[in-house]
């Protein structure tokens, strides 16, 4: 939680000579400021699929206090995951995987589709050793991740095929074994927040 000391007794003061002026003007320092930090918060954000980037929301906080507050939080389904990252020994969703390793640009098809097979992640000779560079780019998956999924492989007129319901298996075993780091997007930033905030606040403060 992101908090700004204020002279409640002074800002009591400022309340009756002003009327509820001084309110409003702070009011609107805390919406300018919510949404600042959303939008720090969708820049710093990972975009693979851009779900949990375009997921922060802010909304006020029903409360009697004389200055407002406001609620901001990531309403994507996976955000747990993509902000604090997944601890070993449970592989996630696999149509959330279909859709990174679509986004990522590994493979394109659906899972269990009629295209599985037409829509593989194929090259020449180099196809596993391409995908396993992709996939060891994200964080905590590492090249093995293609390795394990090798067996899938099919030789077809001196080309190497692997199904796209394969690739997306063997990147969701492998999380599942190894786990992911999150982003931390809010940890990284908060300074940066509580700097936000400050400066809208004292900025309604000093008008008259």
Known sequence: MLKINVDIAAFARRMKEE???IRARVTQGVELA????????????????GDF???????????????????IANTADHARYAEYGREPGRRPPLPAIAAWVRAKGIAQGELGGADDESSSARTQSGALSSLRLRVGAHRKLRR???????????????????????????????????GTNGADVVRKNRARFQRILERHIRKALAKR
């Open 19 to 21: 009327g509820g002026a």
């Open 34 to 49: 919510s949404a600042e930090v959303i939008n720090v918060l969708r820049a710093a954000s990972p975009r693979a699929t």
């Open 53 to 71: 980037a375009g997921a922060w929301v802010a909304t006020p906080v029903a409360s009697r206090a004389l200055v407002p507050s406001y609620k």
């Open 144 to 178: 093995s991740t293609a390795q394990s999924a090798r067996s899938s492989a099919k030789r077809r007129s001196g080309r190497r095929y692997m199904k796209f319901s394969d690739i997306v298996f063997a990147i969701a075993l492998k999380i599942g074994e190894d």
